[in-house]
């Protein structure tokens, strides 16, 4: 993982001005905090008559792949070309445990140069797989590429200061104001902002022509090129999808269980009582096989740190989510390796003065015990599940407030600030050690190890997890709620991963979604949508079926049966100042 940062700036003289190197030494101070391993920072000029460009890069790396280091940025001496990369090669580039999967990354876009010194990005970005977050400089052509993923699982910000200066970051710095507006919004031109940080779209491609033009008012003309579906009219004819569009029409082959006009036949106590398994079984088995290929790919090339120091972390509330994760993780990991869980509650003044309980009892803490009591019982006995209760007093929620919120940028809402409190205390992970003897629960102070985070974000879409997927099917039955589930899909590009990747690295943590792996998410495409959800069943049932039968075949029973709770609700960052404040308001 990486923290990027890069200035580039029309000006006649090498120097930055005042304002732009106060910009640049706030941006190195919040990107340090995402990669404490290794900087760097590279400048160059780029000159025609008397006008020149100034262009600096810096980097910021958190070591997570290969035998050593990577050092960045990357150049290459026989061009000049320079590349900052901020993410992970799951599939497309084979990458050994001890390679370095950006090193490999550069060395293939110099090779498809050479062949196709035009559009060589778009065809290397087209073999790859994987969260990222890039910017490349093509020196001889005077061009800079840039992007986030197709689904957008790593942040990329960028600020048009000023005509003649333009940044890009991985954060946004605490001097420079947000332009607003929601990630990956109306946003005809990332280059041409109002002068406060945006959220770059994702699901394309950036190419910026840096060749100057001292006429102009201002540098910089782009071209974009767009990700689509196959089929689709696709400008750039290159940039395929790998997963189709969500599935609306049941498979010839598969017919849905008779239905009953009885509202007690969709009434469970639990899940060994639903009848229909053999017709859902093949699917249950192939998102088992789906997403334990992507737990794999995500955790086996982290490097060892040593024995009884844990390389992997989950978010974790006791939700089906995270428990079916954690399940499938200790069937990859060796059962010698500990797991730790992080579970975090909130202090919340407005609910504690009306209880005189724990003020920690909060409902994620609650599952989070009983989904850990399940892991060391019914799943994995032998491993060393540490389970982690991150304990937040409202004195630390004003004490980081501000810190958070800096983080949050461009996105800037109540419900933003809510659920950016609890991923950012929770990824850091200081709180207490849970362990069991007897009947006795006893806690001892702990920081967590792990630098990479497993977390269940893409469940909820694909599965029909949220309450507007049942208010849809409410409204107008199975089209309703297909609609709803395409559009969620669709959109997840466009959503708060950006937010969530910038929140957990400031931990100096890399967040790593396995229901948002390219190969889950065709997968979960092409499923009939009455084999991952019915609504006719409870809440707690009906929403996420599939994954709930997955969970029961696992050992999990309890787990199986638990409803759809936000992390704001769950951990109590919800409304802790004031009753008043919606989740879409402005902070």
């Given at each position: 993982?990486?923290?990027?940062?890069?200035?580039?700036?029309?000006?006649?003289?090498?120097?930055?001005?005042?304002?732009?190197?106060?910009?640049?030494?706030?941006?190195?101070?919040?990107?340090?905090?995402?990669?404490?391993?290794?900087?760097?920072?590279?400048?160059?000029?780029?000159?025609?008559?008397?006008?020149?460009?100034?262009?600096?890069?810096?980097?910021?790396?958190?070591?997570?792949?290969?035998?050593?280091?990577?050092?960045?940025?990357?150049?290459?001496?026989?061009?000049?070309?320079?590349?900052?990369?901020?993410?992970?090669?799951?599939?497309?580039?084979?990458?050994?445990?001890?390679?370095?999967?950006?090193?490999?990354?550069?060395?293939?876009?110099?090779?498809?140069?050479?062949?196709?010194?035009?559009?060589?990005?778009?065809?290397?970005?087209?073999?790859?797989?994987?969260?990222?977050?890039?910017?490349?400089?093509?020196?001889?052509?005077?061009?800079?590429?840039?992007?986030?993923?197709?689904?957008?699982?790593?942040?990329?910000?960028?600020?048009?200061?000023?005509?003649?200066?333009?940044?890009?970051?991985?954060?946004?710095?605490?001097?420079?104001?947000?332009?607003?507006?929601?990630?990956?919004?109306?946003?005809?031109?990332?280059?041409?902002?109002?002068?406060?940080?945006?959220?770059?779209?994702?699901?394309?491609?950036?190419?910026?022509?840096?060749?100057?033009?001292?006429?102009?008012?201002?540098?910089?003309?782009?071209?974009?090129?767009?990700?689509?579906?196959?089929?689709?009219?696709?400008?750039?004819?290159?940039?395929?999808?790998?997963?189709?569009?969500?599935?609306?029409?049941p498979s010839d082959a598969d017919t849905d269980e008779p239905g009953s006009s009885d509202p007690a036949?969709?009434?469970?106590?639990?899940?060994?009582?639903?009848?229909?398994?053999?017709?859902?079984?093949?699917?249950?088995?192939?998102?088992?096989?789906?997403?334990?290929?992507?737990?794999?790919?995500?955790?086996?090339?982290?490097?060892?740190?040593?024995?009884?120091?844990?390389?992997?972390?989950?978010?974790?509330?006791?939700?089906?989510?995270?428990?079916?994760?954690?399940?499938?993780?200790?069937?990859?990991?060796?059962?010698?390796?500990?797991?730790?869980?992080?579970?975090?509650?909130?202090?919340?003044?407005?609910?504690?003065?009306?209880?005189?309980?724990?003020?920690?009892?909060?409902?994620?803490?609650?599952?989070?015990?009983?989904?850990?009591?399940?892991?060391?019982?019914?799943?994995?006995?032998?491993?060393?599940?540490?389970?982690?209760?991150?304990?937040?007093?409202?004195?630390?929620?004003?004490?980081?407030?501000?810190?958070?919120?800096?983080?949050?940028?461009?996105?800037?809402?109540?419900?933003?600030?809510?659920?950016?409190?609890?991923?950012?205390?929770?990824?850091?992970?200081?709180?207490?050690?849970?362990?069991?003897?007897?009947?006795?629960?006893?806690?001892?102070?702990?920081?967590?190890?792990?630098?990479?985070?497993?977390?269940?974000?893409?469940?909820?879409?694909?599965?029909?997890?949220?309450?507007?997927?049942?208010?849809?099917?409410?409204?107008?039955?199975?089209?309703?709620?297909?609609?709803?589930?395409?559009?969620?899909?669709?959109?997840?590009?466009?959503?708060?991963?950006?937010?969530?990747?910038?929140?957990?690295?400031?931990?100096?943590?890399?967040?790593?979604?396995?229901?948002?792996?390219?190969?889950?998410?065709?997968?979960?495409?092409?499923?009939?949508?009455?084999?991952?959800?019915?609504?006719?069943?409870?809440?707690?049932?009906?929403?996420?079926?599939?994954?709930?039968?997955?969970?029961?075949?696992?050992?999990?029973?309890?787990?199986?049966?638990?409803?759809?709770?936000?992390?704001?609700?769950?951990?109590?960052?919800?409304?802790?100042?004031?009753?008043?404040?919606?989740?879409?308001?402005?902070?």
């Open positions: 993982m990486c923290g990027i940062q890069i200035l580039i700036q029309r000006a006649e003289t090498e120097s930055l001005d005042a304002a732009c190197a106060s910009i640049w030494s706030n941006l190195t101070q919040t990107n340090s905090r995402r990669g404490p391993d290794a900087h760097d920072e590279i400048c160059t000029t780029l000159l025609k008559g008397e006008a020149q460009i100034n262009l600096k890069f810096g980097a910021h790396v958190l070591h997570l792949r290969g035998s050593h280091t990577q050092k960045q940025p990357m150049v290459d001496n026989e061009t000049g070309d320079i590349f900052c990369w901020n993410g992970e090669i799951f599939d497309g580039l084979d990458v050994d445990c001890s390679d370095n999967d950006g090193a490999l990354l550069f060395d293939l876009i110099l090779k498809t140069k050479a062949d196709n010194p035009v559009e060589f990005i778009i065809r290397a970005f087209s073999k790859i797989e994987g969260p990222y977050a890039f910017v490349y400089f093509d020196r001889k052509q005077r061009r800079l590429w840039f992007a986030r993923d197709y689904l957008g699982r790593r942040s990329l910000l960028v600020n048009r200061s000023s005509p003649n200066t333009l940044l890009i970051s991985s954060v946004a710095d605490n001097s420079a104001t947000s332009s607003g507006g929601e990630e990956g919004g109306e946003l005809r031109s990332p280059i041409n902002s109002n002068g406060g940080w945006l959220e770059l779209p994702a699901q394309r491609i950036y190419c910026m022509d840096l060749e100057l033009d001292t006429s102009a008012e201002s540098f910089g003309s782009f071209v974009e090129y767009q990700w689509s579906y196959s089929g689709e009219n696709n400008d750039s004819g290159r940039l395929t999808l790998p997963f189709g569009q969500v599935t609306l029409e036949c969709y009434q469970l106590g639990d899940l060994a009582q639903f009848q229909h398994v053999g017709e859902w079984q093949s699917y249950v088995d192939g998102l088992e096989q789906a997403l334990s290929e992507s737990i794999r790919a995500r955790v086996m090339s982290i490097p060892d740190q040593g024995a009884g120091v844990p390389r992997v972390g989950i978010l974790f509330s006791g939700g089906v989510d995270c428990i079916t994760i954690a399940a499938l993780l200790a069937r990859i990991l060796p059962s010698s390796e500990p797991v730790e869980l992080f579970n975090v509650a909130f202090e919340n003044p407005r609910q504690a003065k009306n209880t005189k309980q724990n003020i920690y009892d909060v409902p994620d803490r609650k599952t989070g015990r009983s989904g850990w009591l399940e892991l060391c019982t019914k799943v994995d006995a032998q491993r060393d599940w540490r389970l982690v209760e991150v304990d937040v007093p409202y004195s630390l929620v004003l004490e980081y407030q501000a810190h958070i919120r800096q983080l949050l940028e461009p996105s800037a809402t109540v419900m933003d600030m809510s659920i950016g409190m609890a991923l950012w205390f929770a990824s850091r992970g200081e709180g207490s050690l849970v362990t069991h003897s007897g009947e006795s629960i006893e806690r001892q102070e702990y920081r967590g190890m792990a630098r990479v985070l497993l977390l269940g974000m893409g469940a909820d879409e694909q599965l029909g997890g949220y309450s507007r997927h049942r208010s849809a099917w409410d409204r107008g039955g199975v089209q309703d709620l297909g609609q709803e589930i395409r559009l969620d899909v669709q959109r997840i590009a466009t959503r708060n991963l950006g937010r969530d990747d910038r929140i957990v690295s400031d931990n100096s943590k890399e967040a790593r979604y396995p229901f948002l792996a390219a190969n889950v998410v065709r997968y979960l495409s092409a499923v009939p949508l009455h084999r991952k959800m019915d609504m006719r069943y409870q809440r707690g049932i009906g929403e996420k079926l599939l994954l709930r039968l997955l969970a029961h075949q696992l050992g999990l029973t309890q787990a199986s049966m638990l409803a759809k709770r936000a992390i704001q609700f769950g951990a109590r960052t919800a409304k802790m100042e004031s009753s008043r404040a919606k989740g879409q308001d402005s902070l």
